[in-house]
T-cell receptor, first 114, second 117 residues
Framework: KAGVTQTPRYLIKTRGQQVTLSCSPI?????VSWYQQTPGQGLQFLFE???????NKGNFPGRFSGRQFSNSRSEMNVSTLELGDSALYLC?????????????FGPGTRLTVL | AQTVTQSQPEMSVQEAETVTLSCTYD???????LFWYKQPPSRQMILVIR??????QNATENRFSVNFQKAAKSFSLKISDSQLGDAAMYFC??????????????FGTGTLLAVQP
């Protein structure tokens, strides 16, 4: 089974631009969560989607948004990029939401904002 | 609010020796999950071990075991017979039982483990 894939792996943008990151979960997984990883703030939860519905949202400004498609693939969008948005963005997939199911992480998308 | 604290930013261990990574957490919940994740340099994060709070028995996965002290809200990871491939950043994480339907993880700040040959 293929693992969680994220595209692109690396991205360079300038302040004010917007960006869309993609996450394809493991086949059969319906839950996708997104995390931002930075040296200063560590790993912070962005949001979680299950069956195309947002289940939970972290404490991030409205510039951060996401969605999930019927095939469980998920995208996150960041508008009006700021220098502080430079980070590794990780997604994780699981068969369902809650319970004890293991979450599998993707390799991440490294976003650099100049 | 739930928090997870890892007080050791860096640790070092000799190959074949044993090392213990510390983690404490704060929660008012009685049921929850605790995890240790490993993030090797430039590689994907993987689950090392998982503990369910209602289980008193400490979880074990091969060379990895935990010491779960619920009353003290402590969850340490012991790595026995350390190998060079164990070198990585280790994150302790807590899952909020949000109505029982969420995968949201709260992570600690991580411990960077170096393994000396």
């Amino acid at each position: 089974k293929a693992g969680v894939t994220q595209t692109p792996r690396y991205l360079i943008k300038t302040r004010g631009q917007q960006v869309t990151l993609s996450c394809s979960p493991i086949s059969g997984h319906r839950s996708v969560s997104w995390y931002q990883q930075t040296p200063g703030q560590g790993l912070q939860f962005l949001f979680e989607y299950f069956s195309e519905t947002q289940r939970n949202k972290g404490n991030f400004p409205g510039r951060f948004s996401g969605r999930q498609f019927s095939n469980s693939r998920s995208e996150m969008n960041v508008s009006t990029l700021e220098l502080g948005d430079s980070a590794l963005y990780l997604c994780a997939s699981s068969t369902t939401s809650g319970s004890h199911n293991e979450q599998f992480f993707g390799p991440g998308t490294r976003l650099t904002v100049l | 609010a739930q928090t997870v604290t890892q007080s050791q930013p860096e640790m070092s261990v000799q190959e074949a020796e044993t090392v213990t990574l510390s983690c404490t957490y704060d929660t008012s919940e009685s049921d929850y999950y605790l995890f240790w994740y490993k993030q090797p340099p430039s590689r994907q994060m993987i689950l090392v071990i998982r503990q369910e709070a209602y289980k008193q028995q400490n979880a074990t996965e091969n060379r990895f075991s935990v010491n779960f002290q619920k009353a003290a809200k402590s969850f340490s990871l012991k790595i026995s017979d350390s190998q060079l491939g164990d070198a990585a950043m280790y994150f302790c994480a807590y899952r909020i039982p949000y109505g029982g339907a969420t995968n949201k993880l709260i992570f600690g700040t991580g411990t960077l483990l170096a393994v000396q040959p």
